[in-house]
């Protein structure tokens, strides 16, 4: 079958204005939202298990000087926000607070462990070639530790309240793929996005900071950030306590 040269200019002119493209430009943080979420929640964790009650009416000045970590504000505002939460008040120098808290870093970081089932790369003797691994199942994790020391002591004696302590928790997300097909993915940062405002379709309430009316919202656990109870667990030093719980 021939084409003729006019026919084909006559297409070419027709279907032009029916054709488009189009770009998108897309960029990423340095950090991961994955990994900064699975370090906030380690961090969450290893204060949940550490009681502000002894707190409660004083003014406590938190002293960063030592503390030297990744995530370092997102630990000393969650330290500023049980603090509060407990019922104590916020000094801004140490000479005007009754307790000094100073928290330090132990391990706050974020390892890969990387596993399969199949078979390894393999290297062909006398060539510079290898076989690439195949892999039937494979599985990337993520681990997230934050381990967090925390004293007390008077400003005004230098006294300490007991021995102080440490916490720990680990957090972990998995990445597992089946056949090449995946990621099918667990672990506590899907959690914490399947909780996440919009998520899914299932709502919920939260209060606001000044009390206003509370609106409907995706999936998220009711708080009241002016009044609410926090639960509290295990026991910061007081003079008559000498450790800290780790969990």
């Known amino acids: 079958m021939k ?15 029916l054709v488009g493209c189009a770009s998108s430009r897309t960029s990423n943080t340095a950090r991961t939202g994955t990994e900064q979420v699975l370090l906030s929640n380690a961090i969450d964790r290893s204060l949940n298990n ?21 995530d370092k504000g997102y630990v000393m505002g969650s330290l500023r926000h049980k603090t509060l939460a407990a ?3 916020l000094a801004t120098a140490a000479d005007q607070a009754d307790i000094v808290l100073e928290p330090r870093s132990g391990g706050v970081g974020t390892d890969t462990e990387e596993t399969f089932i199949g078979i390894p790369a393999i290297s062909v003797p006398g060539m510079p070639i290898s076989l690439p ?3 039937l199942i494979s599985r990337n994790t993520q681990l997230g530790t934050a ?9 005004k004696t230098g006294a300490s309240y007991g021995l102080g302590g440490q916490t720990t928790a680990v957090t972990k997300h998995d990445d597992m793929y089946v056949l090449g097909m995946g990621p099918f993915r667990s672990g506590a940062v899907r959690e914490e996005r399947e909780k996440a405002v919009g998520y899914e379709s299932p709502t919920g309430t939260i209060a606001t900071l000044t009390g206003q009316k509370p609106s409907r919202v995706a999936r998220q ?5 002016v009044d609410g109870a926090t639960t509290r667990i295990a026991e910061l030093p007081t003079p008559a306590t000498v450790d ?4």
Request: include cysteine; aromatic fraction near 8%.
């Open 3 to 17: 084409i003729h040269t006019g026919h084909l200019l006559t297409f070419c002119i027709t279907v032009a204005p």
């Open 221 to 225: 656990v009711p708080v009241n950030l």
């Open 133 to 135: 691994d195949l892999k």
């Open 147 to 155: 381990k967090i020391g925390l004293v007390a002591y008077d400003p």
């Open 244 to 247: 800290s719980t780790r969990r």
């Open 50 to 70: 550490v009681s502000f009650d002894q707190m409660s009416g004083r003014k406590v000045f938190i002293d960063d000087k030592l503390l030297d970590s990744v």
């Open 87 to 89: 019922g104590g008040y």
